[in-house]
């Protein structure tokens, strides 16, 4: 877990908008598992395609 415990959009582990590189520096967990998460929330039902939205507005990205 990120010792600030903050969550921030990753500036270097990014493929889209860096969210679930934020998640994944953040829980610990692989940011590849955590897309696949979304993936899957996203073909069953969408919901996955509008949290990752949300929180690409709402998550700030990573200080420099």
């Given at each position: 877990m990120d010792p600030s415990g903050k969550l921030y959009r990753s500036q270097t582990n990014r493929m889209l908008g860096g969210v679930?590189?934020?998640l994944a520096d953040y829980t610990?967990?692989?940011a590849t598992v955590i897309r696949v998460?979304?993936?899957i929330l996203a073909v069953?039902?969408?919901a996955g395609l509008l949290v990752y939205?949300?929180?690409w507005i709402i998550v700030?990205?990573?200080p420099a």
């Open positions: 679930c590189g934020g610990g967990l692989d998460i979304f993936v069953f039902g969408g939205l949300a929180m700030p990205t990573a």
